[in-house]
């Protein structure tokens, strides 16, 4: 069972910036992947940032040049730095992390953070 423990969010103007931190209870070099997702009110779900164990980073069309997703080793944890916030990057981010065991994926997630974009 990994726990994830998020920090950071919060309410900042267009254009501020933020910076979100996912600690989790397993060595993050262990999990397969780690990453940030976001749900906006009346929204799905949709994926923010990942990062592979092997160190490969992806990201969300919307939010590539403004977000940047980094992780320490030795604390075993994720953060993900917003830059240029907009009002619709208004969601509550949930930190995610993903285990991969024979041929099954498991995913665990944060208990979510609010994020706020407005003036």
């Known amino acids: 069972q990994v726990q994830l423990v998020e920090s950071g969010g919060g309410l900042v103007q267009p254009g501020g910036s933020l910076r979100l931190s996912c600690a989790t209870s397993e060595s993050i070099l262990s999990l397969y992947s780690m990453g940030w997702y976001r749900q906006a009110s009346g929204k799905q779900r949709e994926s923010v940032a990942s990062?592979?164990?092997?160190?490969?980073?992806s990201y969300a069309d919307s939010v590539k040049g403004r977000f940047t997703i980094s992780r320490d080793n030795v604390k075993n944890t994720v953060s993900l730095q917003m830059n240029s916030l907009k009002p619709e990057d208004t969601a509550v981010y949930l930190c995610?992390?993903?285990?991969?065991?024979?041929?099954?994926?498991?995913?665990?997630w944060g208990q979510g953070t609010q994020v706020t974009v407005s003036s």
């Open positions: 995610n992390a993903r285990t991969l065991g024979g041929y099954t994926y498991r995913d665990y």
């Open positions: 990062m592979t164990s092997s160190g490969r980073t």
